[in-house]
């Protein structure tokens, strides 16, 4: 029976490909357009489709990045494990596939733990074992239009993750007869002294334990009637973080769903509380944040989903390191990058802030990103009268830049930073002061033909009050911008693709009103 299975799973995956295979001609792309929109400094796969990011951990001075990868073609197909590392979470190498799927399923999305005590017994020899927990996602069985179609394997290395072998016990973890039960985060809960593992289902989060990463037991759950539900929960996160300058503790879940992003489609939002080793409760201060916004988002942009974060971080580090997937389901299998397909945000580091009895869960990039900042020029207590030229016809530059800027005695104004080139194409961001929002608009930045969601309106995150002060870090790549407003309270991540590279920053007041321009520092972003 096994062996008709296996044979029936291989032919549903090369019937898969020969569906795939159909859509080549549209990969045939010029050497310009993939120069053109290739990322500088953002991890991209040399060819094929990637979405999430999976299986992160930190060993011996490299970074691992897996992710959800499909090396066929530049559109979803059966899911894989590609393989990345790095010693400074900004330049990687690619690695060979390290997951396939087999008899059971697809390799859909999960993690991976460094084994340091070897609990599993999978180590062997003074190796420590590395154990990744993933979701098996039987094709054959949801075509057959049965429920419980995802079920939860392990596969382990001795050899900081270059091969794995599939634990031949699994799956480790059963379906109990839900059609969506999928993603495992799993944790060293040292507190309680478990490992802990985090399961989305279409609705609310599981939480089960364990304590050899082999037999699981359900603790509790969390999530029904909490936050946005207008899609399928997906991809969670659970860890402790302190909030900053103190030694409180909290516990954050992440919580990635779609649809259902507050700017549509694909997004992640959080929640903060408690954890007493069984059960997640909400924080009271957070509770009532919740009440007033339905969804506490990450990244109001559209194309920061499903990231998570790195475990084993070393302690005398003690960041909570994360990244995310750069698009953005309404659109991912359409945007014109014909040899590849996706890119991961610039690595994050996540801290926990409590602003006027407000919790806030802040983003900002690396440290390590400072490595290679080359530094253009500094600015300092500049008076703003309507418009200002940041950077002038150089698009060497804006395919790699770094902007900060700090402006004070703000009025009720907009206040509208804009990316343009010769084409007259446009990206414009920025803060409405009179509306009490920032913004990413789109809507004329290049090529939009590929879908119809995707510049349909402006991205905007409402902010609590008109602003006397505001600072802005500005990631520019070749075809995204990362903005982090206020010190990473509030975040924006979006896409985009011109026909030629954008040449020039603006900054604009709408009714020339007067502000000071405090610090304005441009550097290029250098690779090594």
Not at 362 to 368: D, F, G, I, W
Not at 372 to 401: F, M, Q, R
């Amino acid at each position: 029976m096994k062996l008709i299975k296996s044979l029936l799973f291989l032919s549903l995956i090369i019937m898969s490909c020969k569906e795939q295979t159909n859509t080549k001609e549209y990969q045939v792309m010029s050497f310009n357009e993939e120069q053109l929109y290739r990322p500088n400094f953002h991890f991209t796969p040399q060819n094929n489709w990637m979405n999430d990011p999976n299986g992160m951990f930190y060993l011996d001075g490299e970074y691992h990045l897996f992710f959800q990868y499909y090396p066929e073609d530049n559109i979803w197909g059966p899911m894989h494990w590609g393989h990345a590392i790095s010693n400074d979470l900004i330049t990687w190498e690619e690695l060979p596939i390290a997951l396939y799927p087999d008899d059971l399923g697809y390799i859909f999305s999960g993690s991976a733990v460094v084994d340091i005590n070897n609990t599993s017994g999978f180590g062997k020899d003074g190796k420590t074992p590395i154990i990744a927990m993933f979701t098996y996602h039987d094709a054959i069985a949801e075509k057959e239009g049965k429920i419980d179609y995802q079920t939860q394997g392990i596969a382990y290395s001795l050899d900081k993750g270059r091969t794995w072998t599939k634990y031949s016990g699994n799956p480790v973890l059963p379906n109990p007869g839900i059609k969506d039960f999928r993603d495992p985060k799993i944790y060293w809960d040292q507190d309680h002294n478990q490992w802990l593992m985090t399961l989305a289902t279409y609705e609310k989060t599981f939480f089960y334990s364990s304590k050899d990463l082999k037999n699981w037991d359900l603790l509790s759950d969390f999530g029904e009637f909490l936050g946005n539900h207008d899609g399928v929960w997906e991809c969670p996160d659970f860890f402790p973080i302190s909030i900053n300058g103190t030694d409180t503790k909290k516990w954050v879940l992440l919580q990635s769903i779609n649809p259902g992003h507050i700017n549509g489609g694909s997004g992640t939002q959080y929640f903060i509380g408690d954890f007493d080793g069984k059960t997640f409760k909400l924080d009271t201060i957070f509770q009532n944040q919740l009440e007033k916004k339905e969804a506490i988002w990450l990244d109001f942009g559209r194309d920061n989903y499903a990231g998570v974060t790195w475990s084993n971080i070393p302690k005398e580090d003690g960041r909570k390191l994360f990244i995310g997937w750069m698009s953005n389901w309404e659109y991912a299998q359409q945007v014109p990058t014909k040899k590849w397909r996706s890119a991961m945000t610039t690595a994050r580091t996540l801290e926990l802030e409590l602003i006027n009895n407000q919790y806030f869960l802040t983003s900002k990039p690396v440290k390590e990103l400072n490595t290679y900042l080359n530094k253009i020029s500094t600015t300092k207590d500049v008076k703003l009268i309507g418009n200002k030229n940041i950077i002038n016809n150089n698009s060497d530059l804006l395919s790699k830049a770094s902007v900060y800027l700090k402006i004070s005695d703000l009025k009720q104004d907009v206040y509208t930073l804009k990316l343009s080139n010769s084409k007259n194409e446009v990206v414009e961001f920025g803060l409405n002061n009179i509306d009490n929002n920032v913004f990413i608009d789109r809507s004329k930045s290049g090529d939009l033909s590929f879908s119809n969601k995707f510049a349909n309106s402006a991205s905007k995150a409402t902010l609590d009050e008109t602003l006397t002060e505001i600072d802005i870090n500005i990631l520019i790549d070749k075809t995204s911008i990362e903005i982090f407003y206020n010190n990473g309270t509030t975040v924006m991540t979006e896409i985009f693709f011109p026909s030629i590279p954008f040449e020039n920053l603006d900054l604009s007041t709408k009714n020339k009103s007067t502000s000071i321009i405090k610090t304005l520092e441009i550097s290029q972003i250098n690779s090594k």
